[in-house]
Structure formats: structure tokens, C-alpha cells
């Protein structure tokens, strides 16, 4: 599972910074990346070992442009790009709105039509493995099977769109399905 190999990974890499092998350690890092884009604890070990996320994706030649991984209808992509770049022109500033629009429709369809309840789909042993941020991890821990999505926009005091974001992303991790 892919899940188990991004863990595998940030561990390797936490183990090989720890014995001073931090080129080897960025490299693991790097891999999550690869297979997960918006990894947030890779890009944090990454930044941590002095090398700036943002540069790095810049190199990537293979990536799609923005317009049109949201021609494709891959919204998410597209948003897991552009946090990345810097919106120093009217054009990017507009573009990132539109993509942040696109997503947030996205998530109200998904998650906030209707009485929407998130169920969680590991067991705590199974849980403490994941690498989870501070957020993704408090908003598990208030998932209880009868909370709606609007229950826990209440209870944690996000904005509708971070909590949405947390939520793709433990569903992606396999956590929770909706």
C-alpha cells in the first residue's frame, strides 16, 4: 500500500538524518514526495534539512502546468501546485483564486451536502502508526461515527475549507471514508 511505503519512507529518512546521512535522509524525503505531492511532514524534514520545497518542485520538468491539470479536471493537482508558487503576478493571483474556488466546490459537494458523517476505518493500534500533522490527527480523534462534517467544522474552529483539505487527506491515507 502506498500509505505503508510513505511511512516507511519518512521514517528511513528520519533514521538516516538522526546518523548524520542527510543527503541519503532528503532523498527518502524527496521519494514521499514523489508519491505524494502534498506530503506536509515530508516538505517540513525537507525544509528542516535546509532545502527549500519550493525550488525543488520548480526543477520538476515532468509536472503538468496548472491550467491544465484543471482542463482534466484535477483539482486537487493543480491546488498541491500552486501553494507552491509564488503569486507575484495579477495572473497567478487569479489563477489561485480559481483554483481554490474550483476546490472548495469540490468539497462542498463532497462533504458538506447533506448530513455528511465521517467514519473511521483503522483501529487506534493501527492509527498511532500514521504519520499524521497536529491537525489531521486532532480531527481523527473527534470522529466518532455520529459527528457531521459541520460538527466538526464547530468543534475544532476551522474554516470549512482546511477541515475539507484535512479530510481528503486521511481519506487518501486510508483513515476515514465518508
Known sequence: MV????KSLLQEGLDLYGYGKIEEAIEKWKEVLEL????LLAMDYLHSAGIDVDKLFEKEEKKEDIENLLKKGRTLEAYEMIIREERNSLYKMCLFELVRYRLDKEFRERYLKGKVVPQKVVSERELIRKALTPADAFIVS???GKLTVED???ITDMNEFELCM???RLEREGIIKV
Open 166 to 168: 484535512s479530510l481528503l
Open 152 to 154: 466538526l467544522i464547530d
Open 142 to 144: 473527534q470522529i466518532d
Open 3 to 6: 500509505t505503508e511505503k510513505i
Open 36 to 39: 505524494d505531492p502534498g506530503n
